[in-house]
């Protein structure tokens, strides 16, 4: 069974991101923050990333940036999940190596179609 | 008796020297590496000045009428500290308008009169050639003493034929050595460098001469100076011969004497030649302007001690020769001779100048002008006129050393050196007027300048010229007593009653006050034309940096017309040269302005302004002058100065407000910037709620069988998510009001006691309920203070609040103490948690500025904050006159924010009354 990773400091969010992947039948790992994310992907080895990125200490782009520069993460799945909506931010996000960028609020329907494809997708 | 063909030999010896310093002069001029490019040989040229009436005539006057030489000198040095700024403006002006003569000066600078160059060349041809006869009176008169000593010399002047006469033959060879030298190019407002070179060093042959016979008198004739002054002391017809009384005229003669050599020295055609025509370089003006000084002040140290030994030792014969019979005296041979070179160098560097200045005017100013006038000059001659030029001026030259010869022959005897030469600076003087004020006010024009000139002139000849004659016996000398025709206010010495002065003096004040009265008079009543305004504004403004000639022809010629008409009177090669940089353009195509300026330029420099303007005005077609040029020139030039004073202080300003506008744009810039900051922080604030509640919305719409407890979570984490949004939106608003201003309070007096026991309540229950053990500790009475209680309220609240979120996790405590601190009230909130570093402390008032706490860990169950709690506390606290701030806690340990209030005033009508109750 796959594994999500749900990234953000806000605990409702948190909360509603857990729902949503175990009733799509996903297995589920949570971080609070950029270390523990990171941790947790060491860790867990989770199948993809669901990644915030205002987050207390190392931001979301950090955390990506890092993750990237490792080969062993080189193609894990990661969708940026951010209330900053600005054009500039999302070029960032995409130009770090994102694979997708959603914009807080979001339709969770939409949320976990990508999640599935993105999953079906890889080999 | 010396041998008179040893004198001869030597003498001509040294003119065959000049010769070859002066070939050798040009030769290197033309190789490129010119002689007189220096500072020091313009000032030896200047040096001209001193004529062999310096070398002669200096110890004469002083012999007779004392220090007075002294003034001769003392005006040029004054006119050479001025030069810098009077010198240099003629520099720049003759270099800009090709002159060529001081007559081409005046006439260019009056609307390039041809009338007016004319007249200044009359007057220089009647005023200066007994000047010249001066000089060759000075080489007969020393050839004679010297071959005759000690005999009196015999000067059969008039007894003997020409032929016989050594001067006739001296003005020959001079003629010989100007024409060669002198009229080498056609051009005349080229450097004559040969004749430069020539003339700088007869200055220093004339100098070394004189110092040779000062030394040889107060060191060989006398044991020193002392030695010479305690023999004239000794001597009481001597004693008083030196002193200032002995001046003609007194202090008048002073001033008179002092004015004469200063205008003289600037309007003498040789010195206008060397001061002005032949400068290579305006910035030699500086370093002459004390070295010929120097120069002055080297020649006459002597004249005094020389003047006194020829008393003393009573040479006898004329003052004049007393240089000379002074070593003649002595028994010796070589000296006499080098003072007989001195002096002959002295006469004939000033006749080498003079001749050339003059010829040049002859040939420009007088005789060009009537030959076109008459069209005496066939049109279509093939060889071209440029050699006929020359011809004239070569002619010009034998003539004006013949005229100085004749006068010489005929009337020199009767005056002394001095004499002629002063008469000769009197005439030059009437010059000074034109030149000067129309150097330096344009308002002076041509009629003004020839009715002051010709005015001046006839006074000049009426109180010095004719009298002068009278004396040596042309004239019945009965009318200088008496006045002509018994008129006795007519009478030449004493004009219109003026007695007593000396005549140089007299004859000085009377012609240039009218001289001047009159440039001045019928300026100021009469009109410039265009040509003459135009040439006004180019002269007075010729300092400024940004005139230059402009193209002032508007007119139409063929380039073909132009380069024939250049063709006949300059020459190919002269052509060649003005149409250098065009030659691919074709005859028969209009000649643009800037080419047809170039033309004149270089006719003038041949042929001088006013005949230069005649010849293309002849070829050129239509309205030959732009007068909007013109105008546009005048206006660029008086008004620039005024015009430019004011942009300055415009610009100075514009780059004020620009400064002014730069800076109030950059703080609108980054309010900008802060608020597109602001917006971001405000959407992403709202978005954060807002996700939760909408994903828990749609999980709850489409997940109906969630069981129940799940159900009832997330409807709660809906409403309170919502409560989130509702406190953050009505924050913003206040936060958007106190910035703007409009935050709406309503200030009155109450009691912050009784206030914060209020807000202590309103918080006690939650904080209970996280476990927070809250203190109170107040210390007043009562805290009368003046504010809005549901703002304050709201603020206390909000500290309490932030104290409970940061306090430690493990017993968290949290205290609040009210106290008086001078005549305010202090409420301090303080807890137990990590604190806050000290440069955090001020950033913790930022906009969403939200507080990290080291072991924070979100999930606590703690409400996060939205970061604009403290901002928006601030903002009311300062409203009302008060300060929030963070420091160390006191007694907890954590962080501590302090909010201080004024007490509020006593309040007379009503005793303190609870605020809120």
């Given amino acids: ?123 | 008796m010396r041998h008179d063909l040893v004198v001869l030999t030597v003498a001509f010896g040294y003119l065959a020297l000049l010769f070859v310093i002066a070939a050798w002069g040009d030769r290197r001029a033309e190789q490129g590496r010119s002689l007189i490019g220096s500072p020091t040989v313009y000032a030896l040229s200047i040096a001209v000045y001193c004529t062999a009436w310096t070398f002669y005539g200096s110890v004469g006057r002083a012999a007779q009428h004392g220090p007075s030489f002294l003034l001769i000198y003392l005006g040029p040095t004054l006119a050479m500290l001025l030069s810098p700024f009077v010198v240099r403006k003629m520099v720049r002006i003759a270099g800009a308008q090709r002159i060529t003569s001081i007559a081409d000066f005046i006439s260019a600078r009056y609307g390039k009169s041809a009338g007016l160059g004319a007249l200044v060349a009359l007057i220089a041809l009647v005023g200066i050639t007994p000047y010249i006869a001066l000089q060759l009176k000075a080489i007969t008169l020393s050839h004679a003493v010297l071959v005759d000593y000690p005999a009196p010399p015999a000067l059969r002047l008039a007894a003997a034929p020409f032929w016989a006469d050594k001067s006739f033959w001296v003005a020959l060879v001079l003629a010989a050595f100007i024409i060669l030298f002198g009229t080498r190019h056609l051009d005349a407002s080229e450097r004559h460098e040969g004749m430069v070179a020539a003339i700088a060093f007869e200055s220093l042959v004339k100098l070394a001469a004189f110092l040779s016979v000062g030394v040889f008198t107060v060191f060989v004739l006398f044991n020193g100076p002392g030695d010479l002054l305690a023999r004239v002391a000794a001597t009481p017809e001597l004693a008083g011969a030196m002193s200032l009384e002995t001046v003609p005229g007194g202090a008048l003669g002073w001033v008179g004497m002092l004015v004469l050599a200063f205008l003289a020295f600037l309007t003498l055609p040789r010195q206008f030649q060397v001061l002005v025509v032949e400068n290579v370089d305006e910035r030699h003006i500086t370093r002459a302007s004390w070295l010929f000084p120097l120069y002055l002040l080297a020649i006459n140290l002597f004249v005094i001690p020389i003047a006194l030994a020829g008393l003393l030792l009573g040479t006898g014969g004329d003052p004049d020769s007393v240089v000379l019979t002074l070593p003649l005296a002595s028994g010796l041979d070589g000296l006499p001779l080098l003072v007989f070179i001195g002096g002959l160098s002295a006469a004939t560097g000033m006749m080498i100048v003079e001749t050339i200045a003059l010829s040049t005017m002859v040939s420009n100013q007088l005789v060009m002008p009537l030959l076109l006038r008459f069209g005496r000059l066939p049109r279509a001659t093939r060889r071209g006129l440029a050699g006929r030029l020359l011809a004239i001026r070569r002619v010009a030259i034998v003539l004006i050393l013949l005229m100085g010869y004749l006068y010489h022959a005929l009337v020199g005897d009767a005056y002394s050196l001095v004499t002629i030469g002063l008469v000769s600076f009197a005439a030059a003087c009437q010059f000074a007027p034109a030149m000067l004020i129309g150097l330096y006010w344009r308002g002076a024009n041509r009629l003004g300048a020839a009715l002051g000139m010709t005015a001046g002139i006839l006074l000049w000849a009426w109180t010095l010229l004719i009298p002068g004659f009278a004396q040596s016996g042309w004239l019945d000398a009965g009318f200088l007593a008496d006045g002509p025709f018994g008129l006795d206010w007519l009478r030449p010495y004493a004009l219109f009653g003026l007695e007593g002065w000396d005549i140089y003096t007299h004859s000085l004040l009377w012609s240039l006050t009218a001289n001047m009265g009159l440039l001045v008079g019928v300026s100021l009543f009469t009109r410039q034309g265009p040509l003459e305004q135009t040439q006004a504004a180019l002269f007075t403004e010729a300092m400024h940096p940004r005139l230059a000639q402009a193209s002032l022809w508007q007119g139409q010629t063929s380039r073909g017309e132009l380069r024939a008409l250049l063709d006949r009177y300059l020459g190919a090669a002269a052509t060649a040269r003005v149409f250098a940089d065009r030659t691919a353009e074709d005859d028969d195509q209009p000649a643009p302005a800037a080419l047809i300026a170039h033309a004149e330029q270089a006719l003038a420099g041949a042929l001088g302004n006013a005949s230069a303007r005649v010849l293309i005005d002849s070829v050129v077609r239509g309205e030959a002058l732009d007068l909007e040029a013109i105008l546009g020139i005048l206006d660029t030039t008086s008004e620039t100065l005024e015009m430019n004073r004011r942009l300055e202080q415009k610009s100075r300003e514009l780059a004020h407000t620009s400064e002014e506008l730069r800076a109030a744009n950059e703080r609108l810039r980054e309010l900008d910037r802060l608020k597109d900051e602001f917006v971001a922080m405000v959407s992403h604030e709202l978005r954060t709620p807002l996700t939760s509640i909408r994903s828990f919305a749609e999980i709850l719409r489409d997940s109906p069988d969630l069981p129940e407890d799940k159900r009832a979570r997330f409807l709660d984490v809906v409403v309170r998510e919502s409560q989130r949004l509702s406190r953050l939106i009505e924050e913003i608003l206040d936060l958007a009001r106190l910035e703007s201003g409009r935050l709406a309070l309503s200030p009155r007096r109450l009691d912050l006691v009784e206030l914060a026991r209020h807000s202590v309540e309103a918080v006690q229950r939650l904080q209970e309920e996280r476990g927070i053990a809250l203190d109170v500790a107040i210390e007043v009475d009562d805290a009368p203070v003046i504010g809005d209680p549901d703002r304050l309220e709201q603020v206390i609240i909000n500290l309490l609040d932030n104290a409970g979120k940061f306090a430690a996790d493990e017993a968290p405590r949290v205290k609040l103490c009210l106290v008086r601190h001078k005549a305010h009230y202090r409420l301090s909130v303080e807890d137990n948690g990590p604190g806050i570093a000290p440069e955090e402390r001020e950033r913790v008032f930022e906009k969403f500025h939200q507080i990290e706490r080291s072991d924070d860990t979100p999930a606590r169950g703690r409400p996060r904050g939205s970061g604009l709690g403290l901002p928006i506390s601030r903002g009311i606290v300062a409203h009302l006159g008060g300060r929030l701030w963070v420091e160390d806690a006191p007694s907890l340990g954590g962080a501590c924010l302090v909010m201080e209030l004024p007490e509020a005033p006593a309040d007379k009508e009503t005793p303190a009354e609870p605020a809120t109750s």
């Fill in chain 1, 1 to 123: 069974m796959a594994k999500v990773l749900v990234v953000d400091d806000e605990p409702n969010i948190v909360l509603s991101l857990e729902f949503l992947m175990q009733q799509a039948g996903f297995d589920v790992a949570t971080a609070e923050d950029g270390e523990a994310a990171l941790a947790s992907v060491a860790d867990d080895a989770p199948d993809l990333v669901l990644l915030d990125i205002s987050l207390p200490g190392i931001s979301g782009f950090d955390v990506l940036e890092r993750l990237r520069a490792d080969p062993a993460h080189a193609r894990l799945p990661i969708i940026m999940l951010t209330a900053h909506g600005r054009e500039v931010e999302r070029e960032k996000g995409m130009a770090l190596g994102a694979d997708d960028y959603i914009t807080k609020p979001f339709s969770t329907q939409a949320l976990v179609d990508k999640v599935k494809s993105l999953l079906t997708e890889a080999p």
